[in-house]
């Protein structure tokens, strides 16, 4: 019996794809450039430069709160986030502060949970620095990228509810198509807030441990393992977990306290006095939200009423987007073929199709010929032989009192029925099965 | 030549009665020889202004005039204030630690210059980081008065102004935070105007505060004031503070009269200790208003004491944040080469910002600052424009910024309410003190009233052209 | 109400020398409390101005322009290092 119960709460910052940077117009595409090759005066930070917001990443950003059931006030603005590092070009970070973009939405997990999500942001990303030896290197080609932050209600108890979170939240963004979402490209970056409290406890814990650098799924679990287990050692002395930042230690499966402020951060937060507020109608909102791709949740819902799919089919076929418009597609084909729903999807997930590769029309064609038994669809002869057998219950009691030719008999039934040319040995195999 | 105005130097060079390269080889000699006692420049470029002097001589003598109205600052050499980016040119906003910065870009306003065919004579010298009201605080030594070297020539665009009243350029740019052109222009004796706030850019001008900043030019008449206006006004897609309102041909509606035009005064801006002679030549250039048929009126404005508590928190609050980027690593000197001044400022912003302190100092001064607005909106139902005196004092003598830890702030009193809203306002000269010192008046009008502030400002000084005090020149 | 300028001047990043300290120190005094007077005026129910211009919904366009090349963007720091701008060593926070 667990003594203290896990509070944990999530931020994830993730890198939206937009064409430039959030703030400036040189293009946000980073990946694998060569430093300092994509900076420009904004971005740079240098002397006398200005921020003019990108439109498209804030539309997305609403995109994601929407998604995530968030209100979307019709006021929001910008505000400086002011703070002294090397990556930092400006010295301070354009974000939001009291008056975020999208505000108390929820997600809700397999088991019934509904995590909080408390706001979803704006902000801007700072430049990457490396280490060489003595000195430290600093590229500021993703300074300036656009970032949306999504932050969780401590709601979360354990590592499996985390995972199946971020795999939501992943499936979500990547429906969007507003980011790629990899956690090991650092597009979707994943911070805990983790604390214990003594089971049954309603009242939040007095601390929280933030832990940083956590770079994979495969991770997750590892670090919040190591921290519960911690902080429970900690706890069970009579002593309580410091408030800090620790930093996951790939190799050790660990985490390490990073090097302490004495004094807590001081933000000193204002309103952005270079980017004026922005304020929606109504309208923009709903012509956002009507933009929006059926996202996976509701396609799995769909697909259990209107095709007659289990749960765990509907949750394989939507897995992604483009997934589940080909199957959609290939329903629509397969539809005039009498093909149903349940046999593609059947197809698709047994024989483990190549849907990059291969049209829905030739995904049917290959269904229609796989099933063909001598010039004659699989289903239909099964609903044939189903027919004979009603119709001759003779057939079954024979059978069942050992009289092996009577077998004979009822292939030649169904070849009565269908007269077509059709492989005998199957059909015998498919009546036997029929009659078990 | 040098002692051209833009209008008077435009129709010479297109007479042909002089060139580019001539009128910018006067401004350059003027400068040489006055330097030394006015140390009004931080780079002069000379090689570069020259260049674009040949050039714009090219243009002009083969150029329709059609053409020509393409360029309508084609051959006049302008000074910049040095908090303007340059692109290839270094830009230190009077800073020891920009000493070798040299920007990769061109402000917007730098940009419009060069388009209109501006020849730029060098960056002026300001108060470092425009933190000041005196020029006397630049790490590259004060800029002295050209009326009397013993005396200060204001701030921040000290540099700017005492250079246009030298008659070592054409005209000049500045910025005004609350007061940096309607000030050092009061003291010197020349035009300065200070757009609303969102008129023109300020992409590419190294931030003070960034909810106030507006570049402006300095000038010698107000008819040179407008036809620099109608080049850098205009919505900016690099700044998104910029008015998207349309730019008017503000030269060209110069000579609406005064009459029936409601002026308001308010005794509030005659501050206590306020000089006698700045005093009583405010009241003559109002009786000189009501001669030419204006209206004045007697208007209650807010205290303008409160101004200098708003402006004070507001400006070294977003001093402190747009500072922030100074660390040495990707331009300039560490955060050690910040003087005092600098220091100063940096440090109660970052108090007035800090946690606990933001309600009762950022919050508040921005409170404050709706009840100034609403102040103006309020007078500006009864009056078109407002008439004050631009400094309660003339141009203090040399050392006086000395240990005061807040000069700026108070020097600029009476020019801090109408930057805190965000208004229009211009300076023009109407006399001079018995020591030979000019004294300002500063007009000032609603969001985006330049025309009526330009244009009254015009009617006052082609009516006093005559003047006797108009004939005097600073000598050097 | 004394003033932690050490911590301030921490916020602010700026090394303070002692003298600097204590004279900062007085002149911070001296301006917090000028602008005391500002108690006096009544803004309940007022609404901070933090923008004069009245704007709002300036944005621009999701399209990508060219940036400044690498030599530009190093053109003016003190130390660099293969195309990268280069501090002494920030030690990092997990190691």
């Given at each position: 019996?667990?003594?203290?119960?896990?509070?944990?709460g999530l931020?994830?910052?993730v890198?939206?794809?937009?064409?430039?940077?959030?703030?400036?117009?040189?293009?946000?595409?980073?990946?694998?450039?060569?430093?300092?090759?994509?900076?420009?005066?904004?971005?740079?930070?240098?002397?006398?430069?200005?921020?003019?917001?990108?439109?498209?990443?804030i539309?997305?950003?609403v995109?994601?709160?929407?998604?995530?059931?968030?209100?979307?006030?019709?006021?929001?603005?910008f505000?400086?986030?002011?703070?002294?590092?090397?990556?930092?070009?400006?010295?301070?970070?354009?974000?939001?502060?009291?008056?975020?973009?999208?505000?108390?939405?929820?997600?809700?997990?397999?088991?019934?949970?509904?995590?909080?999500?408390?706001?979803?942001?704006?902000?801007?990303?700072?430049?990457?620095?490396?280490?060489?030896?003595?000195?430290?290197?600093?590229?500021?080609?993703?300074?300036?990228?656009?970032?949306?932050?999504?932050?969780?209600?401590?709601?979360?108890?354990?590592?499996?509810?985390?995972?199946?979170?971020?795999?939501?939240?992943?499936?979500?963004?990547r429906?969007?198509?507003?980011?790629?979402?990899?956690?090991?490209?650092?597009?979707?970056?994943?911070?805990?807030?983790?604390?214990?409290?003594?089971?049954?406890?309603?009242?939040?814990?007095?601390?929280?441990?933030?832990?940083?650098?956590?770079?994979?799924?495969?991770?997750?679990?590892?670090?919040i393992?190591y921290?519960?287990?911690?902080?429970?050692?900690?706890?069970?002395?009579?002593?309580?977990?410091?408030?800090?930042?620790r930093?996951?230690?790939?190799?050790?499966?660990?985490?390490?306290?990073?090097?302490?402020?004495?004094?807590?951060?001081?933000?000193?937060?204002?309103?952005?006095?270079?980017?004026?507020?922005?304020r929606?109608?109504?309208?923009?909102?709903?012509?956002l939200?009507?933009?929006?791709?059926?996202?996976?949740?509701?396609?799995?819902?769909r697909?259990?009423?209107?095709?007659?799919?289990?749960?765990?089919?509907s949750?394989?076929?939507?897995?992604?987007?483009?997934?589940?418009?080909?199957?959609?597609?290939?329903?629509?084909?397969?539809?005039?073929?009498?093909?149903?729903?349940?046999?593609?999807?059947?197809?698709?997930?047994?024989?483990?199709?190549?849907?990059?590769?291969?049209?829905?029309?030739?995904?049917?064609?290959?269904?229609?010929?796989?099933?063909?038994?001598?010039?004659?669809?699989?289903?239909?002869?099964?609903?044939?032989?189903?027919?004979?057998?009603?119709?001759?219950?003779?057939?079954?009691?024979?059978?069942?009192?050992?009289k092996?030719?009577?077998?004979?008999?009822?292939?030649?039934?169904?070849?009565?029925?269908?007269?077509?040319?059709?492989?005998?040995?199957?059909?015998?195999?498919?009546?036997?099965?029929?009659?078990? | 030549?040098?002692?051209?105005?833009i209008?008077?130097?435009?129709?010479?060079?297109?007479?042909?009665?002089?060139?580019?390269?001539?009128?910018?080889?006067?401004?350059?000699?003027?400068?040489?020889?006055?330097?030394?006692?006015?140390?009004?420049?931080?780079?002069?470029?000379?090689?570069?202004?020259?260049?674009?002097?040949?050039?714009?001589?090219?243009?002009?003598?083969?150029?329709?005039?059609?053409?020509?109205?393409?360029?309508?600052?084609?051959?006049?050499?302008?000074?910049?204030k040095?908090?303007?980016?340059?692109?290839?040119?270094?830009?230190?906003?009077?800073?020891?630690?920009?000493?070798?910065?040299?920007?990769?870009?061109?402000?917007?306003v730098?940009?419009?210059?060069?388009?209109a065919?501006?020849?730029?004579?060098?960056?002026?010298?300001?108060?470092?980081?425009?933190?000041?009201?005196?020029?006397?605080?630049?790490?590259?030594?004060?800029?002295?008065?050209?009326?009397?070297?013993?005396?200060?020539?204001?701030?921040?665009?000290?540099?700017?102004?005492a250079?246009?009243?030298?008659?070592?350029?054409?005209a000049?740019?500045?910025?005004?935070?609350?007061?940096?052109?309607?000030?050092?222009?009061?003291?010197?004796?020349?035009?300065?105007?200070?757009?609303?706030?969102?008129?023109?850019?300020?992409?590419?001008?190294?931030?003070?505060?960034?909810?106030?900043?507006?570049?402006?030019?300095?000038?010698?008449?107000?008819?040179?004031?407008?036809?620099?206006?109608?080049?850098?006004?205009g919505?900016?897609?690099?700044?998104?503070?910029?008015?998207?309102?349309?730019?008017?041909?503000?030269s060209?509606?110069?000579n609406?009269d005064?009459k029936?035009?409601?002026?308001?005064?308010?005794?509030?801006?005659?501050?206590?200790?306020?000089?006698?002679?700045?005093?009583?030549?405010i009241?003559?250039a109002?009786?000189?208003?009501?001669s030419l048929?204006?209206?004045?009126?007697?208007?209650?404005?807010?205290?303008?004491?409160?101004?200098?508590?708003?402006?004070?928190?507001?400006?070294?609050?977003?001093v402190?944040?747009?500072?922030?980027?100074?660390d040495?690593?990707?331009?300039?000197k560490?955060?050690?080469?910040f003087?005092?001044?600098?220091?100063?400022?940096?440090?109660?912003?970052?108090?007035?910002?800090s946690?606990?302190?933001?309600?009762?100092?950022?919050?508040?001064?921005?409170?404050?600052?709706?009840?100034?607005?609403?102040?103006?909106?309020?007078?500006?139902?009864k009056?078109?424009?407002?008439?004050?005196?631009?400094?309660?004092?003339?141009?203090?003598?040399?050392?006086?910024?000395?240990?005061?830890s807040?000069?700026?702030?108070?020097?600029?009193?009476?020019?801090?309410?109408?930057?805190?809203?965000g208004?229009?306002?211009?300076?023009?000269?109407?006399?001079?003190?018995?020591?030979?010192?000019?004294?300002?008046?500063?007009?000032i009008?609603?969001?985006?009233?330049?025309?009526?502030?330009?244009?009254?400002?015009?009617?006052?000084?082609?009516?006093?052209?005559?003047?006797?005090?108009?004939?005097l020149?600073?000598?050097? | 109400?004394?003033?932690?300028?050490?911590?301030?001047?921490?916020?602010?990043?700026?090394?303070?020398?002692?003298?600097?300290?204590?004279?900062?120190?007085?002149?911070?005094?001296?301006?917090?409390?000028?602008?005391?007077?500002?108690n006096?005026?009544?803004?309940?129910?007022?609404?901070?101005?933090?923008?004069?211009?009245?704007?709002?919904?300036?944005?621009?366009?999701?399209?990508?322009?060219?940036?400044?090349?690498?030599?530009?963007?190093?053109?003016?720091?003190?130390?660099?290092?293969?195309?990268?701008?280069?501090?002494?060593?920030?030690?990092?926070?997990?190691?």
């Amino acid at each position: 019996m667990n003594k203290y119960t896990p509070v944990i709460g999530l931020e994830v910052h993730v890198e939206l794809k937009t064409n430039s940077k959030m703030f400036c117009s040189c293009s946000a595409d980073y990946f694998g450039q060569k430093p300092n090759t994509h900076t420009c005066p904004v971005c740079l930070g240098l002397p006398g430069a200005l921020p003019v917001p990108n439109k498209k990443a804030i539309e997305w950003c609403v995109m994601i709160g929407l998604a995530l059931n968030c209100k979307i006030p019709l006021f929001s603005k910008f505000d400086r986030k002011n703070y002294f590092y090397p990556d930092l070009s400006k010295g301070y970070q354009i974000s939001q502060y009291d008056k975020p973009f999208c505000q108390k939405g929820f997600v809700e997990l397999s088991n019934g949970k509904k995590i909080g999500i408390t706001r979803v942001h704006m902000e801007e990303d700072t430049g990457k620095l490396i280490h060489e030896g003595n000195s430290s290197l600093i590229d500021f080609n993703r300074s300036g990228v656009p970032l949306v932050e999504i932050v969780t209600e401590p709601d979360f108890e354990t590592a499996e509810e985390i995972k199946e979170y971020l795999q939501k939240l992943q499936q979500i963004i990547r429906y969007l198509d507003v980011s790629n979402a990899d956690m090991e490209k650092g597009e979707m970056r994943l911070e805990p807030n983790i604390s214990l409290r003594k089971a049954g406890e309603k009242d939040l814990p007095k601390y929280k441990v933030e832990v940083k650098n956590i770079n994979s799924f495969g991770f997750v679990s590892k670090a919040i393992d190591y921290e519960i287990k911690r902080q429970t050692e900690i706890l069970e002395n009579g002593k309580t977990p410091v408030q800090e930042t620790r930093g996951f230690v790939e190799k050790k499966s660990s985490t390490v306290s990073q090097r302490v402020k004495e004094e807590a951060s001081d933000y000193r937060y204002f309103p952005e006095p270079d980017i004026p507020p922005i304020r929606w109608t109504d309208k923009q909102i709903s012509d956002l939200k009507s933009q929006m791709p059926e996202l996976a949740n509701q396609k799995i819902i769909r697909f259990e009423k209107e095709y007659n799919l289990s749960k765990y089919d509907s949750q394989l076929l939507t897995k992604s987007i483009n997934l589940a418009n080909y199957f959609q597609e290939a329903v629509t084909v397969g539809k005039k073929e009498n093909l149903t729903p349940k046999q593609i999807a059947n197809y698709i997930i047994n024989k483990k199709v190549d849907t990059e590769n291969i049209l829905p029309a030739k995904l049917i064609q290959n269904i229609l010929s796989s099933n063909k038994v001598g010039d004659i669809n699989e289903e239909e002869l099964k609903t044939i032989i189903k027919k004979v057998l009603s119709d001759n219950p003779k057939i079954g009691n024979d059978y069942k009192k050992g009289k092996d030719n009577v077998i004979q008999f009822a292939i030649g039934q169904v070849m009565y029925v269908i007269r077509k040319k059709i492989d005998t040995e199957i059909l015998r195999k498919l009546i036997l099965e029929e009659l078990k | 030549m040098n002692k051209l105005t833009i209008t008077k130097a435009k129709t010479g060079l297109k007479n042909k009665d002089f060139s580019a390269v001539g009128l910018t080889k006067a401004c350059l000699d003027e400068i040489k020889k006055t330097e030394p006692k006015l140390n009004a420049f931080v780079t002069i470029t000379e090689n570069e202004a020259l260049e674009q002097a040949r050039n714009a001589d090219k243009i002009l003598n083969n150029s329709t005039i059609e053409q020509l109205n393409n360029y309508p600052l084609l051959g006049i050499p302008i000074a910049l204030k040095d908090n303007f980016s340059t692109k290839g040119i270094r830009t230190t906003a009077s800073s020891k630690l920009l000493e070798e910065y040299i920007p990769p870009y061109d402000a917007t306003v730098v940009k419009k210059l060069k388009d209109a065919g501006a020849i730029i004579l060098g960056k002026t010298n300001m108060d470092a980081w425009a933190h000041g009201s005196s020029t006397e605080t630049s790490d590259y030594g004060a800029t002295k008065n050209p009326w009397n070297t013993n005396h200060l020539p204001g701030g921040s665009s000290g540099g700017s102004a005492a250079s246009v009243a030298a008659n070592q350029c054409i005209a000049a740019i500045g910025s005004e935070t609350a007061g940096s052109i309607r000030q050092p222009a009061s003291w010197c004796g020349v035009i300065g105007l200070k757009p609303t706030y969102g008129r023109v850019s300020r992409y590419g001008v190294i931030a003070m505060g960034s909810s106030l900043d507006s570049p402006g030019p300095i000038t010698k008449t107000v008819e040179d004031s407008a036809l620099i206006l109608e080049v850098l006004a205009g919505v900016d897609e690099k700044d998104a503070t910029t008015s998207p309102k349309e730019v008017s041909q503000y030269s060209k509606n110069l000579n609406k009269d005064v009459k029936g035009l409601k002026i308001g005064i308010s005794n509030d801006y005659f501050i206590k200790g306020i000089d006698k002679e700045v005093e009583e030549s405010i009241k003559t250039a109002i009786k000189k208003f009501e001669s030419l048929g204006a209206k004045i009126e007697d208007i209650k404005l807010f205290d303008p004491k409160y101004a200098i508590d708003v402006y004070t928190i507001i400006q070294r609050s977003e001093v402190s944040s747009n500072l922030a980027r100074y660390d040495g690593i990707r331009y300039g000197k560490d955060r050690d080469s910040f003087e005092e001044e600098a220091k100063r400022r940096i440090m109660f912003g970052t108090y007035a910002l800090s946690s606990g302190y933001y309600d009762q100092y950022y919050n508040k001064a921005q409170q404050v600052r709706t009840v100034i607005i609403k102040d103006f909106e309020k007078a500006f139902e009864k009056v078109d424009i407002i008439i004050a005196p631009t400094s309660p004092s003339l141009a203090l003598p040399v050392g006086a910024t000395k240990d005061a830890s807040m000069f700026g702030e108070i020097a600029d009193v009476l020019v801090e309410p109408s930057s805190i809203a965000g208004l229009s306002g211009i300076n023009i000269p109407i006399g001079f003190s018995k020591s030979g010192l000019p004294i300002g008046m500063q007009i000032i009008g609603p969001q985006f009233s330049e025309q009526l502030v330009l244009s009254s400002a015009h009617q006052y000084e082609i009516n006093t052209q005559n003047e006797n005090w108009k004939k005097l020149e600073p000598k050097l | 109400m004394k003033i932690n300028i050490s911590h301030i001047a921490k916020l602010a990043n700026l090394s303070l020398l002692p003298e600097e300290k204590s004279k900062l120190e007085k002149q911070l005094e001296e301006t917090i409390d000028y602008v005391k007077e500002l108690n006096q005026v009544d803004t309940k129910d007022i609404e901070p101005t933090s923008q004069v211009t009245g704007l709002e919904n300036i944005t621009r366009e999701d399209t990508a322009k060219p940036s400044l090349s690498q030599d530009e963007a190093l053109a003016n720091a003190k130390s660099k290092h293969n195309g990268f701008f280069k501090v002494n060593a920030i030690f990092k926070e997990n190691e």
